[in-house]
């Protein structure tokens, strides 16, 4: 996965949900809804931001912690995405 998708992933979560405080951003494989990043609310701006971001629906039934529980796990599903989007 491109390191930017990441970083723009992880910029996205700082500023929209630690209000640009970088000191408590999660590493890339914490959960982002065990350590009271998100919540459900936020999963919505998440998916609007993803959205909006790569150009791709994002469907209810992706709407699951697999997919979107930690910054690694929604970088590596929006390659997924971008890969099925491409084929």
Request: proline residues 3%; without cysteine.
């Amino acid at each position: 996965m491109p390191d930017n998708v990441l970083a723009d992933i992880r910029a996205f979560i700082v500023d929209a949900f630690l209000f640009g405080d970088e000191t408590g951003a999660p590493d890339a494989d914490a959960s982002l809804i065990e350590n009271g990043v998100i919540d459900s609310t936020g999963v919505l701006e998440l998916v609007a931001f993803l959205e909006q971001s790569y150009g791709f629906q994002v469907a209810d039934a992706d709407i699951v912690p697999e997919n979107l529980d930690s910054i690694a796990r929604i970088a590596a599903f929006v390659a997924g995405k971008r890969d099925r989007t491409a084929a």
